[in-house]
Nanobody
Framework: QVQLVESGGGLVQAGGSLRLSCAVSGRTFSNYAMGWFRQAPGKEREFVAGISRSGDRTYAVDSVKGRFTISRDNAKNTVYLQMNSLKPEDTAVYYC??????????????????WGQGTEVTVSS
């Protein structure tokens, strides 16, 4: 079993920055590709960014490209989401997720096997 614990959420003004972390335990971290998703109130969960097992491949949705950066430290069993130039529309609960498949970065929630509990991000205008 894989456990994921997010941290780093909070309240920030528009234009500010936050760095989310997701600590992974239970299995060999480098065997899992990772993703960040978010769910705003009243909306469906959506993919934000993903990273391959080794970190050599990343992908982010257009709405966050140039503002958000996903990275991982396999020595620390942690994946990060650096969020800059935050906007009120970034307000959501952010979840990290893991899957063990190879290949392209997965963007669909159903492709992920393990999920964290989420960390809340609120961006005020």
């Amino acid at each position: 079993q894989v456990q994921l614990v997010e941290s780093g959420g909070g309240l920030v003004q528009a234009g500010g920055s936050l760095r989310l972390s997701c600590a992974v335990s239970g299995r060999t971290f480098s065997n899992y590709a990772m993703g960040w998703f978010r769910q705003a109130p009243g909306k469906e969960r959506e993919f934000v960014a993903g990273i391959s097992r080794s970190g050599d491949r990343t992908y982010a949705v257009d709405s966050v490209k140039g503002r958000f950066t996903i990275s991982r430290d396999n020595a620390k069993n942690t994946v990060y989401l650096q969020m800059n130039s935050l906007k009120p529309e970034d307000t959501a609960v952010y979840y990290c997720a893991a899957h063990s498949s190879f290949g392209r970065v997965r963007v669909t929630a159903n492709d992920y096997d393990y999920w964290g509990q989420g960390t809340e991000v609120t961006v005020s205008s």
